[in-house]
């Protein structure tokens, strides 16, 4: 059974105005394992996109779709390692696609 980490944490987001909300991250290349950049943007609404000195991360924010996120994860079979915080040194969100309604 595939184990992916998942980072989770409270973050002000510079595309909402409303202060900090949740996110959650693993590494690009496991999200891209099993979901295209089309799936994430159509079943969560959106995704970000963030970096660190050690690798690139694909994300979800809002309480709620972090949720859906790890469900959708679990019910592909994977098994998650949650980790509170932010992965890595120099965290940054450097982008954000949301889903046209």
């Known amino acids: 059974m595939e184990e992916i980490t998942l980072y989770q944490d409270k973050v002000e987001l510079p595309f909402l105005v409303k202060g900090e909300t ?25 995704y970000l996109q963030a970096e660190s000195d050690e690798a690139a991360y694909l994300g979800v924010w809002s309480k709620r779709t972090c949720s859906k996120f790890r469900r959708v994860l679990k019910d592909k079979g994977i098994t998650l390692s949650i980790i509170s915080g932010l992965p890595g040194s120099n965290f940054k969100i450097t982008g954000q696609v949301r889903h046209a309604t």
């Not at 949740?22 to 891209?32: E, N, T």
Request: charged share 30%; aromatic share 12%; no cysteine.
């Open 22 to 46: 949740h996110i959650a991250v693993a590494k690009w290349s496991d999200v891209k394992a099993h979901f295209s950049l089309q799936e994430l943007k159509e079943v969560f609404e959106g």
